[in-house]
Nanobody, 127 residues
Framework: QVQLVESGGGLVQAGDSLRLSCAAS????????MYWFRQAPGKERKFVSA????????YYADSVKGRFTISRDNAKNTVYLQMKSLKPEDTAVYYC????????????????????WGQGTQVTVSS
């Protein structure tokens, strides 16, 4: 069993930065690929970023490419999402997810199995 706890969200202004953290319990963190998703009000949850078990491979949604950076520290059982140049359209609840598989595309496919989810952290970007 893995428990994921996100933190670092908040209310910021457009152009500001935030760093989200997702702390995982258990000793098998490095066995999981990690993902960030977000859900804006009234919208479906969407993929944001992914990182492989070792951290050597990463993917980003086009909407955040060049502004967000995903990283992980397996010694600390934590995955991060550094967000820069935030825009009002980045406003959402951000969730981290863990999966034994590292998916290379179509991350929003409902058939994909994400084994664990966090409870989410709210990010609000004012204009």
């Amino acid at each position: 069993q893995v428990q994921l706890v996100e933190s670092g969200g908040g209310l910021v202004q457009a152009g500001d930065s935030l760093r989200l953290s997702c702390a995982a319990s258990g000793r098998t963190f490095s066995s999981y690929a990690m993902y960030w998703f977000r859900q804006a009000p009234g919208k479906e949850r969407k993929f944001v970023s992914a990182i492989s078990w070792s951290g050597r491979r990463t993917y980003y949604a086009d909407s955040v490419k060049g502004r967000f950076t995903i990283s992980r520290d397996n010694a600390k059982n934590t995955v991060y999402l550094q967000m820069k140049s935030l825009k009002p359209e980045d406003t959402a609840v951000y969730y981290c997810a863990a999966a034994l598989k590292f998916y290379g595309g179509s991350w929003d496919d409902p058939s994909y199995e994400y084994d664990y989810w966090g409870q989410g952290t709210q990010v609000t970007v004012s204009s």
